[in-house]
């Protein structure tokens, strides 16, 4: 019996924890040959130790040179990619943007939108050349509407969303598929600092109509449907998975 993705090669960025690490691992379970990266080596081993045949590949998406040379040994040790995921990213301070220094701005598009410029540069010309794949940008709900003391992020993270439209656009007509995915409140290690205190917790949760946050695994989820046929007439559009977070008021 044949799996959604049997016979496909995928790449994720930012792979070794979380959500990238829940995604790679749902896409391995589908049948696909899985390339993963992320910035270190030791956790990626961990991930690709439970992925027969796993490509890894540790790099720092901010490096851009260092990034693109790994795309392109990942690409040929795979044989080529008909899904890209670029799920690296993250957010490292909170604060107002009139005391945010330039070089943090910069950091942060370098991590969250400068990085799926590179990959896409690297990785789209084999999937146009193929006529066929599925790029899926990792975005956030903060896209949607302002992030006070996140002016970065959030611009970051909407920039992806255009970009995804945009590029959706450039390439409908080559095969090749782009589409943002927007998840809410995740428990995954980075946000472990939000359930340190039970009023932090409640207050965060108290925006979510679900009352819950969301599993990596429910994002894997969400990427493995726009990633194969079942979003075969989907493309430039926002998948968000929030929990009704972005409904709210």
């Not at 796993?54 to 990619?81: K, N």
């Not at 009352?211 to 990596?216: H, L």
């Not at 559009?237 to 409904?247: N, R």
Request: hydrophobic share 45%; glycine share 10%; with cysteine.
């Amino acid at each position: 019996m044949s799996s959604a993705l049997s016979g496909r090669k995928a790449i994720i960025t930012g792979a070794s924890r979380g959500i990238g690490r829940a995604i790679a691992e749902r896409f391995a379970v589908e049948g696909a040959s899985v390339a993963i990266m992320s910035r270190k080596q030791e956790a990626l081993d961990v991930v690709a130790a439970g992925i027969p045949g796993c490509v890894v590949r540790a790099v720092d998406v901010g490096d851009s040179e260092a990034f693109r040379a790994a795309l392109d040994s990942a690409v040929d040790e795979l044989g080529g990619a008909d899904i890209l995921v670029n799920n690296a990213g993250g957010n490292s301070f909170s604060m107002p943007l009139v005391a945010t220094r330039f070089s943090g701005w910069e950091k942060t598009m370098r991590l969250n939108l400068d990085s799926i410029v590179h990959a896409c540069q690297v990785v789209l010309p084999g999937m146009l050349a193929q006529k066929s794949g599925s790029i899926i940008n990792m975005s956030s709900v903060v896209a949607l509407r302002g992030g006070p003391l996140m002016a970065h992020y959030a611009a970051a993270k909407a920039g992806v969303v255009s970009l995804s439209q945009s590029l959706a656009i450039e390439c409908a007509s080559s095969g090749v598929r782009v589409n943002a995915l927007l998840p809410g409140w995740i428990d995954t290690d980075l946000t472990d600092f939000l359930r340190a205190e039970q009023s932090t917790e409640e207050a965060v949760l108290s925006r979510v109509p679900m009352q819950r946050w969301g599993r990596s695994e429910e994002i894997a989820s969400a990427a493995l449907f726009l990633a194969g046929d079942d979003s075969s007439f989907m493309t430039g559009q926002m998948l968000i998975v929030d929990g009704g977070l972005s409904a709210m008021p």
